[in-house]
């Protein structure tokens, strides 16, 4: 059994998984427990644990650095190359979308994290059972996971942009309706390399806003450079983040480092929803997410609305006129100072600088 998880790896046993396929369970010869739940789904258990991590890829199927650094961190454990002391469930998503390269078939996925979905499509079928597995694996954890000072629950959910950014790799924090302290994700996010971080203002129907809203998790998007071919990767760039993720699986020593809190910090300042198939960027698809325009300059029209930057200017993120009506097409974003010495929550619909005040 572990022979054939070696030999294959688990992004082969996802992309190619028997059609029968049925649950699994061995142990390795350290003693961690290896669960392979379902396609693309596999949980691993230590004894002892204090802490659970979901490390989620494949949301969408043409984002692929992410999916092989999961494969990367399956593997190392499989071969023992590193003990995780604390309960992981890795995550590949989208086989179908992953084998078609693209961003999704019917329906985009990560749209669709806010309960239980009908059954229009294959999406939203999954979305249902990745709930279900995450769910049944917070299900065991302690209930104080809404504590303000820490959580025993995190979620990392790994993607990569459709366009260049001016920061390669940073982090979309939700906005939440509890008041979740975030410093020790962005202790973790400095060890990581990641280089911004963006705080939320609204609720969203994307996995990471679903387990942090549910679950009190620390989770947060992570977008992994550029959209590419599997073979297009340069994984010498996510050394850093896959660095920090065997130091928390193997102890919490990460999180005990002091930081130098070099990451820049941005704050949503507005969102622009597409209404109309009018909807267009005023730019050209090259320019880089973080791009700033000055107050003032048109960023997108939609029959006669004319959106500008606001007050002091705004700087773009995911912006995409390709979304579905009803979709955002844009989020503007303007940086700030976070305060570290104070707890910083990402709350809906507050600004973060009124909730991070000394």
């Avoid at 230590?46 to 650094?69: F, K, R």
Wanted: charged letters at 15%; a neutral charge.
């Amino acid at each position: 059994m572990i022979d054939s998880y070696l030999s294959g790896g688990f992004l082969h046993h996802t992309l190619y998984s028997p059609t029968n396929f049925q649950p699994q369970h061995f142990v390795l010869n350290n003693g961690v427990g290896i669960k392979h739940h379902d396609v693309g789904v596999v949980e691993i258990v230590s004894p002892n644990s204090q802490i659970n991590v979901v490390i989620s890829s494949g949301i969408h199927g043409d984002e692929t650095a992410p999916i092989i650094l999961i494969d990367e961190l399956v593997t190392d454990i499989f071969n023992q190359k590193f003990v995780p002391m604390h309960r992981i469930l890795f995550i590949i998503a989208y086989p179908a979308a992953i084998h078609a390269h693209t961003r999704f078939i019917e329906e985009n996925l990560n749209q669709l994290f806010a309960g239980k979905n009908d059954d229009r499509n294959a999406e939203c079928a999954l979305a249902n059972r990745l709930q279900r597995h995450v769910s049944t694996f917070f299900a065991s954890t302690s209930a104080n996971s809404f504590s303000q000072d820490k959580t025993n629950r995190w979620h990392f959910d790994l993607h990569s942009t459709i366009r260049n950014s001016k920061h390669y790799m940073f982090a979309v924090i939700p906005a939440s309706t509890h008041a979740i302290d975030i410093r020790p994700l962005t202790v973790f996010l400095s060890a990581a390399g990641i280089d911004a971080i963006l705080l939320s203002r609204t609720p969203s129907s994307t996995f990471s806003w679903w387990t942090c809203e549910n679950f009190g998790a620390l989770a947060a998007t992570f977008e992994m450079g550029c959209v590419t071919l599997f073979h297009q990767n340069n994984m010498e760039a996510f050394k850093p983040l896959k660095q920090a993720m065997k130091s928390l699986l193997s102890s919490d020593a990460v999180l005990q480092r002091k930081s130098s809190y070099a990451l820049k910090a941005y704050k949503v300042s507005r969102t622009i929803t597409k209404m109309d198939e009018s909807f267009r960027l005023a730019f050209d698809k090259q320019v880089a997410n973080f791009t700033f325009f000055i107050e003032g300059e048109l960023l997108a029209q939609e029959n006669n609305i004319f959106y500008t930057a606001g007050l002091g200017g705004e700087a773009v993120v995911f912006p995409n006129a390709k979304v579905t009506i009803g979709q955002r097409a844009c989020l503007l974003v303007q940086p700030f100072k976070p305060n570290f010495s104070q707890p910083l929550y990402v709350n809906v619909e507050l600004n973060p600088e009124l909730l991070n005040s000394s």
